[in-house]
C-alpha cells in the first residue's frame, strides 16, 4: 500500500472540510484572515489524519469522522494562535505567527473564534452519524476535557519556564496535557465515531496519548538540530526562550562546571548571541542529551505501535504504523 | 411571589455547581486563581439564571439545567477575561481584570480553560438527563454557534471603534452578537433541557436575544451615568476608549459645530482629562442620546417580554417578567 497516497487523499478532503468551516470572505474579514492564516500556511495535518485514519482502523468509514477530523485541525490551529501570543513567537510554519500580522487582540479572538468552531463542527458529525446518544456525548466529553488538559499543559509551560530546577516527570507531565492530550482526543473520537469496541477505542486512545508525547519530544530535537527551512521556526530559539525540553532537562542534570555555567547563562536569556546558542547546543550533543531525547521518543512510540495488536489488520492499521515510524524521524 | 427570594435561591445552588467545575486549589494553581478570579468577583449570574428559570417557565425543573447555567456563566466569564485584555480594561467587578494582576499570557489561558469547562459541563448536564440525542446535540450546536457570534461580535466591535462614522444598524448588530447571541442561547438551552416545544423554544430564544441586545444598552447607559460603586467600572471610561455605543452614534449624527468638534476630539482620546469627559458627558445628555438610548432599551424589553404569552402562567414566568424590567431599570 501507498502510505503517502493513502493520506493525501484523506488530507484532500479534511481541507475541503476546513474550508467550509471557517470560509474564506466571511465578515468580519479581518477576523476570518486571522483564523485562517496559520492553516492556510499548511501543517501536516497530523491530527485529522489520526482521527479519520483511526475511524477506519476499526472498520468505519473515514468520512464517517471528517467533521471530527477538521474539528481537531481547528482546535489545533486555535491553540497555535495562542501559544504564540503568550509565548512571543514570531514565525510559525514559515510565515510570521497571528499576532505579528494582526496584533494580539484579533488573535485572540481569532483563536477563541476557531475555538468555538470545534464543538460546531463536532455537532455537525454527530448529528448526521447514526450514533447512540452516549457515544455522541462521549465524543463532546472527550474533547471538551482534552482541549482543558492541554490549557492546563500550556500553563504549566509557561511556569515551568520560570521554574529553576525541572524534574523530567514534571515534564513529560506538562507534555502530556499539552500535545498527548489532543493527540489522544483525535485518535479516541476516530475510533469512537469508528463505532469501535471499547477495548479498540482505549488502545486507540493509549496510541495517540504516546504517540503526541513522542512528536513534542522529536519536536524539542528538531528545535536544536533541525533546518529552519524544513522544520519552518527559528533553530535554537527554544533555548533563547528558556524553554524547559526534556534536552536541557537532561543536560542541567548531568553537566558540570564551566559547561553548566554556560547553558545556565544562555538558557532563557533573550539576547544570547548566535554563536553563544551554538556553544549551547554543542554542550547539548556533548553530554548526549539529544540522543537522550530521541531513544525517549522511540520508546514512546515502539510502546504507542504496541497498542496497535488489538486491531484487525487492514490498511489503516500499517498507516498508524507508518504515522508513529514519521514521527520519530521526521525533519520537519 | 418574592422573586428575590426565588432567585437567590437559585444563585445559590449555581454557585455551588460554578464551585465544581473550577475546584478551588486544582494545579496549576495560578491558572485556577486566573480563571476563577472574576467569578469570585461575584456579578449579576443573569445569564446562569436565565438557563434555569426558561428550563422552568416549560415545565422542567431548575436543576435539570444546573450544569448548563453554570456552563453559561463559565462562558460569559471566558469572553470578559479575553474582552478586559482586547479593551486594555483595568477594572470590573470592582476588581482588577485578571490581565492586570496575572499578566496577558495566563489570562488568555485562564480565558480558554473556562471555554473548555464550558462544555464539559453540558456534557454533564446532556449526559445525565433522560434526553433524546437530537434535543442533546442541539444544546451544543446552540452554545457552539453562540460562542462564534459573540467572537464575531467583539472582533465588530474593536473593528467598529476605529471606524469614523458608524450607523446605527451596524452597531445593533454588533451588540446582537456581543451580548444578545448568549442571552439567546442561555434562555434556549434551558427551554430544550426543560422539554419545551418547539414554540417555545422559539420564543424563550427570541425573549433571550432582545433582552441581551437591551441589556448592552443599558450598560452602555450606565457607563456615562451611573456611579462607580455600584456599576463596578469607571464611569465615562467608554468615552476615553472610542467605543462606539448608541449614545454617541446617536449623538454624532445629530449635534453639530462646537459640540461635535468637543466630542469627536475626546471620544476614543486617552489623554482626556476628567472635565473633558464631563463635558463630553453633558453634550450627550442636552442632545437627548441618553434619553434615546434608554427608550430603545425600553422598546426591546417591552418585545422581549411580548414573547412570553406562549407560555403558561407560573412563577418562572413572572420571573421573566421581572428579570426583562430590572434590565433597564438596574443600576449595576
Known amino acids: 500500500m501507498d502510505v503517502m497516497k493513502y493520506l493525501s487523499e484523506r488530507i484532500a478532503v479534511v481541507e475541503k472540510e476546513l474550508n467550509s468551516w471557517v470560509p474564506p470572505g466571511t465578515q468580519p474579514a479581518e477576523l476570518t484572515k486571522a483564523a485562517r492564516h496559520l492553516l492556510d500556511a499548511g501543517g501536516k495535518r497530523l491530527r485529522p489524519c489520526l482521527v479519520m485514519v483511526s475511524c477506519e482502523a476499526v472498520g468505519g468509514k473515514s468520512k464517517d469522522a471528517i467533521e471530527a477530523a477538521a474539528a481537531l485541525e481547528l482546535l489545533h490551529n486555535f491553540t497555535l494562535i495562542h501559544d504564540d ?43 448526521r452519524l447514526k450514533l447512540d446518544k452516549a457515544s455522541a456525548v462521549e465524543v463532546f466529553d472527550t474533547v471538551s476535557k482534552a482541549s482543558f488538559e492541554v490549557c492546563s499543559g500550556q500553563a504549566k509551560d509557561m511556569l515551568l519556564a520560570k521554574s529553576k530546577s525541572v524534574k523530567e516527570a514534571e515534564f513529560l507531565d506538562m507534555i502530556s496535557g499539552k500535545t498527548g492530550a489532543l493527540t489522544e482526543a483525535s485518535t479516541k473520537i476516530g475510533a469512537i465515531l469508528g463505532k469501535g469496541t471499547a477495548r479498540q477505542v482505549k488502545a486507540l486512545a493509549n496510541y495517540g496519548r504516546l504517540l503526541g508525547v513522542a ?10 538540530t533541525g533546518q529552519k527551512s524544513k522544520f519552518g521556526k527559528p533553530i535554537g530559539s527554544d533555548i533563547r526562550e528558556g524553554k524547559r525540553t526534556l534536552i536541557a532537562i537532561r543536560a542541567l542534570s548531568i553537566v558540570k562546571g564551566l559547561e553548566k555555567k554556560t547553558l545556565l547563562r544562555v538558557l532563557g536569556n533573550e539576547n544570547s548571541s548566535g554563536s553563544e546558542i551554538k556553544a549551547a547546543i554543542e554542550i547539548l550533543r556533548k553530554s548526549g542529551s539529544i540522543d537522550y531525547a530521541s531513544r525517549k ?36
Chains 1, 2 share one sequence.
Open 85 to 127: 501570543i503568550m509565548d512571543h513567537d514570531e514565525f510559525r510554519r514559515n510565515v510570521k505567527t497571528v499576532h505579528m500580522i494582526w496584533g494580539e487582540p484579533i488573535a485572540i479572538i481569532a483563536g477563541d473564534a476557531l475555538f468555538a468552531k470545534v464543538f460546531e463542527a463536532l455537532t455537525g458529525n454527530v448529528r
Open 297 to 332: 521518543s522511540e520508546e514512546l512510540v515502539s510502546k504507542a505501535k504496541s497498542q496497535l495488536n488489538v486491531l484487525p489488520d487492514s490498511d489503516a492499521k500499517e498507516v498508524l504504523v507508518k504515522i508513529a515510524d514519521f514521527v520519530v524521524k521526521r525533519e520537519f
Open 215 to 224: 512528536f513534542q519530544i522529536r519536536d524539542d530535537v528538531l528545535g536544536v
